[in-house]
């Protein structure tokens, strides 16, 4: 019995020295495998993502192979040559990747659902007449949870990224889903829950944080129950979702769980990418004087009636200001990650005429936030907030941005690329729009500290969308004396 476990364990001792001696190909990109065995490098990838991958490109270029926890990650960082992933849909493929995550973050299977029936089904809401309609609701909501609790001359202070992810939340979950729960009570579960994801992404929870995220989930899940929603509620949302779920064979319980899923992703982001918007403008005066002086030059606002909303000047005026506000700050904050696994050999061909072929089980990895983002060779100061940085001068959108001379398709991604592409994007920003619009509008705003600055990010949540801020910017705020001043 002994003989028996020993030779066993030289068999898996050889096996793992067999998989951790890979070795690089001519044709393959430069391999760093890191010094601890089959881990690698993933303590630094997770700990800060950008600060890892930045270090790598300044060893090895724009394109190298890592290992991560036992699986090799070629990085792509040449935006001329994205196409080539995110085009490639016969050797590359995101479904298992997607499913692994999904089931990591929020204990969640669905091999039942039929992908490009799920995207068909989230395109129609989010798009033509379906995206007006919940523009429209949105912006009722918005208008009712910013001002039914302010005082016209009272103060309050409060931090700027608390206000502006709780606001945005509400007004967004009162939007698409079941209006019978109470939206705080979802808020403060969901922001226990949202504060833990990367950590459930990456299997690294404490104990407490596994009892803690494990509580926050189960309630979720039972706040957002079918079994809570309210008959008189024909028509909604989060209803179709559910009768989606059901056509599609999903069972009850992970019908819930769905819902979850669904939750954190449309409303994951729009609050962040607020905080960021108003934290530039407030400690950039010459950008928040460009925008309030837009915005008074903006038609449509003697009504702001909430029982008779005016014609939404937002839809009908162009805002070139804001939206090259909004642009910079997804510039500068937005850090998705798009992710593929090598589904069969791949020969990758750079723009550069460079061509390497990637290993059948790797992976591949575009990581926008460094380039295009904050490359210097495509924006000039890359850390530097430029409010007008998407202007021309005639004030028309600027998007002539060249890398190695070659004018870019991709300048700035904070939505994706391809097939998996946000199909939500225009509805959060929208939405983001418009409640920079009604703070600046019905608000006066304005530091608690007027010498404060930004708080510096969460190095952890690179890859997960909108970045976080690592603290928060105290600001006081009240109702504006007069509805038209900016």
Same mark, same amino acid.
């Given at each position: 019995?002994?003989?028996?476990?020993?030779?066993?364990?030289?068999?898996?001792?050889?096996?793992?020295?067999?998989?951790?001696s890979? +070795?690089?190909?001519s044709?393959?990109?430069?391999?760093?495998?890191?010094w601890?065995p089959?881990?690698?490098?993933?303590l630094?990838?997770?700990?800060?993502?950008?600060?890892?991958?930045?270090?790598?490109?300044?060893?090895?270029?724009?394109?190298?192979?890592?290992?991560?926890?036992?699986?090799?990650?070629t990085?792509l960082l040449?935006?001329?040559?994205?196409?080539?992933? =995110?085009?490639?849909?016969t050797?590359?493929?995101?479904?298992r990747?997607?499913?692994?995550?999904?089931?990591?973050?929020?204990?969640?299977?669905?091999e039942e659902?039929?992908?490009?029936?799920?995207?068909?089904?989230?395109e129609?809401?989010?798009?033509?007449?379906?995206?007006?309609?919940?523009?429209?609701?949105?912006?009722?909501?918005?208008?009712?949870?910013?001002?039914?609790?302010?005082?016209?001359? @009272?103060w309050?202070?409060?931090?700027?990224?608390?206000?502006?992810?709780?606001l945005?939340?509400?007004?967004g979950?009162?939007?698409?889903?079941?209006?019978? =729960?109470?939206?705080?009570?979802?808020?403060?579960?969901?922001?226990?829950?949202?504060?833990?994801?990367? +950590?459930?992404?990456?299997s690294?929870?404490?104990?407490?944080?596994k009892?803690?995220?494990?509580?926050?989930?189960?309630?979720?899940? @039972?706040?957002? $129950?079918?079994?809570?929603? *309210?008959?008189?509620? $024909?028509? $909604?949302?989060?209803? *179709?979702?559910?009768?989606?779920?059901?056509?599609q064979?999903?069972?009850?319980?992970?019908?819930?769980?769905?819902?979850?899923?669904q939750?954190?992703?449309?409303?994951?982001?729009?609050g962040?990418?607020?905080?960021?918007?108003?934290?530039?403008?407030?400690?950039?005066?010459?950008?928040?004087?460009?925008?309030?002086?837009?915005?008074?030059?903006?038609?449509?606002?003697q009504?702001?009636?909430?029982?008779?909303?005016?014609?939404?000047?937002?839809?009908?005026?162009?805002?070139?200001?804001?939206?090259?506000?909004? $642009? @910079?700050?997804?510039?500068?904050?937005?850090?998705?990650?798009?992710n593929?696994?090598?589904i069969?050999?791949?020969?990758?061909?750079?723009?550069?005429?460079?061509?390497f072929?990637?290993?059948?089980?790797?992976r591949?990895?575009?990581?926008?936030?460094?380039?295009?983002q904050?490359?210097?060779?495509i924006?000039?100061?890359?850390?530097?907030?430029?409010?007008?940085?998407?202007?021309n001068e005639d004030?028309?959108?600027?998007?002539?941005?060249?890398?190695?001379?070659?004018?870019? +398709?991709?300048?700035?991604?904070?939505w994706?690329?391809?097939?998996?592409?946000?199909?939500?994007?225009?509805?959060?920003?929208?939405?983001?729009?418009?409640? =920079?619009?009604?703070?600046?509008t019905?608000?006066?705003?304005?530091?608690c500290?007027?010498?404060?600055?930004?708080?510096?990010?969460q190095s *952890?949540?690179?890859?997960?969308?909108?970045?976080?801020?690592?603290?928060d910017?105290q600001?006081?705020y009240?109702?504006?004396k007069?509805?038209?001043?900016?």
């Amino acid at each position: 019995m002994l003989w028996t476990i020993f030779l066993l364990l030289i068999g898996l001792l050889l096996l793992v020295f067999l998989y951790c001696s890979r +070795k690089r190909q001519s044709n393959e990109p430069p391999l760093d495998k890191g010094w601890i065995p089959w881990l690698g490098h993933a303590l630094d990838f997770g700990k800060d993502a950008a600060n890892f991958l930045t270090r790598m490109k300044e060893k090895h270029g724009d394109i190298f192979t890592v290992r991560v926890a036992g699986i090799y990650v070629t990085v792509l960082l040449d935006p001329n040559s994205f196409d080539s992933v =995110v085009c490639d849909t016969t050797f590359l493929e995101f479904t298992r990747i997607r499913n692994q995550l999904i089931k990591k973050i929020f204990n969640l299977q669905l091999e039942e659902i039929d992908q490009a029936s799920e995207r068909r089904w989230m395109e129609w809401q989010f798009q033509g007449p379906s995206l007006v309609e919940l523009n429209t609701t949105m912006k009722y909501h918005l208008q009712t949870v910013l001002l039914k609790t302010l005082h016209p001359l @009272e103060w309050r202070e409060d931090g700027l990224f608390d206000l502006c992810y709780s606001l945005l939340f509400k007004a967004g979950f009162l939007t698409l889903f079941e209006r019978r =729960v109470n939206p705080e009570l979802v808020y403060n579960q969901f922001r226990q829950f949202d504060d833990l994801l990367a +950590k459930l992404a990456r299997s690294s929870l404490k104990g407490d944080e596994k009892n803690s995220a494990r509580l926050s989930r189960e309630r979720l899940w @039972e706040l957002l $129950s079918p079994d809570r929603q *309210s008959e008189a509620e $024909s028509v $909604s949302w989060q209803k *179709s979702y559910h009768h989606f779920l059901q056509e599609q064979g999903v069972s009850a319980e992970m019908q819930n769980r769905a819902l979850l899923l669904q939750l954190w992703t449309t409303q994951c982001n729009a609050g962040p990418a607020a905080f960021w918007l108003l934290g530039f403008l407030l400690t950039h005066p010459e950008a928040m004087d460009a925008v309030k002086s837009e915005i008074r030059g903006l038609s449509a606002l003697q009504d702001t009636s909430t029982q008779h909303p005016p014609i939404d000047p937002l839809e009908t005026h162009r805002t070139p200001v804001l939206d090259s506000v909004l $642009s @910079e700050t997804l510039r500068l904050t937005a850090a998705v990650m798009i992710n593929r696994e090598v589904i069969q050999d791949k020969t990758l061909h750079m723009a550069d005429g460079r061509v390497f072929h990637l290993r059948r089980g790797d992976r591949v990895c575009l990581f926008p936030f460094l380039s295009p983002q904050m490359d210097p060779e495509i924006h000039s100061e890359p850390q530097m907030f430029k409010y007008d940085r998407f202007l021309n001068e005639d004030m028309s959108v600027k998007d002539h941005f060249y890398k190695d001379g070659r004018k870019l +398709k991709y300048y700035t991604m904070p939505w994706g690329a391809g097939r998996n592409a946000c199909v939500g994007k225009h509805f959060a920003v929208t939405a983001i729009k418009q409640f =920079v619009f009604l703070l600046l509008t019905r608000l006066d705003v304005e530091l608690c500290d007027p010498q404060a600055k930004l708080p510096p990010i969460q190095s *952890s949540r690179y890859g997960f969308g909108m970045l976080q801020p690592d603290g928060d910017l105290q600001i006081r705020y009240r109702m504006k004396k007069t509805q038209h001043q900016t």
